[in-house]
């Protein structure tokens, strides 16, 4: 399966904008956030298991299938301040696209580009 950016990114906001401090989330409202109704089911569960293995989220599996989201890590809340804006994730995917794709380190590091360059540090 492939790694869908756009999916990333709109998996983080959403869980950004719904997990509250001290709260688990299960899998079910995870699966039902709006921010993802445009993912399958499997889509965004894979999207969530990259994401645990990049450092981004800390989440409780179980041989059930089921999991609870615990966290957004510091890693994974700094990577979404990267890629937040639109404007900014539009010149990060274009410009990831030009070479064919890129890992999430470095289209983390495309946006940083892109930010110092709209504040004027490059």
């Given amino acids: ?15 950004e904008e719904n997990l509250k401090y001290n709260q688990s989330m299960k899998r079910g409202t995870f699966l039902s956030l709006s921010n993802l109704s445009e ?3 499997n889509e965004s569960i894979y999207t969530l ?7 981004y989220l800390k989440v409780k ?3 059930t299938g089921d999991f609870f989201i615990e966290d957004i890590t510091y890693s994974g809340h ?3 301040e990267n890629i937040r804006d639109p404007k ?8 990831a696209s030009d070479v064919g794709g ?10 940083v580009s892109f ?6 540090l490059n």
């Fill in 1 to 15: 399966m492939r790694l869908n950016h756009d999916c990333i990114r709109d998996l983080l906001l959403g869980l």
């Fill in 39 to 41: 993912y399958d089911k």
């Fill in 49 to 55: 298991k990259k994401m645990v293995e990049a450092d």
């Fill in 61 to 63: 599996f179980y041989n």
């Fill in 78 to 80: 700094q990577f979404l």
């Fill in 88 to 95: 900014i994730w539009a010149k990060t995917k274009a410009a």
């Fill in 102 to 111: 890129a890992s999430l380190s470095v289209i983390g590091d495309i946006a």
């Fill in 115 to 120: 930010i110092k360059q709209s504040i004027g």
